[in-house]
């Protein structure tokens, strides 16, 4: 599964920003897809994730419900971040994932960069 990321940039806190994931090599509908956030000097944290199919089942960290949103469009093999009300602390590395069982991420892809100003 190759994964390629993209959306990313610099906005000033309290704008908005699309990221999306666009995934090839695989059967698109048979992976549940994910986002993740890598901010500098910590650990990668989980962010949100959309089941596999139609997508019914959405998670979302606490740091980010109610301003983040996870869907998918299969007819684009491709997965959206929109991110809304955003926050400095929101700056980080954001990467999309695949699992191809349940939320067992076995792709990643390269990781785009959002930058929140003050």
């Known amino acids: 599964v190759q994964l390629q990321a993209s959306g990313g940039g610099l906005v000033l806190a309290g704008a908005y920003l699309r990221l999306s994931c666009a995934a090839s090599?695989?059967?698109?509908?048979?992976?549940?897809m994910g986002w993740y956030r890598q901010a500098p000097g910590k650990e990668r944290e989980f962010v949100a994730r959309?089941?596999?199919?139609?997508?019914?089942?959405?998670d979302y960290a606490d740091s980010v419900k109610g301003r983040f949103s996870i869907s998918r469009d299969n007819s684009q093999n491709t997965v959206y971040l929109q991110m809304n009300s955003l926050k400095p602390e929101d700056t980080a590395v954001y990467y999309c994932?695949?699992?191809?069982?349940?939320?067992?991420?076995?792709?990643w892809g390269q990781g785009t960069l959002v930058t929140v100003s003050s």
């Open positions: 959309v089941s596999d199919g139609g997508g019914r089942r959405k």
């Open positions: 090599g695989t059967i698109f509908t048979a992976n549940s």
């Open positions: 994932a695949a699992a191809r069982s349940g939320f067992r991420w076995d792709s």
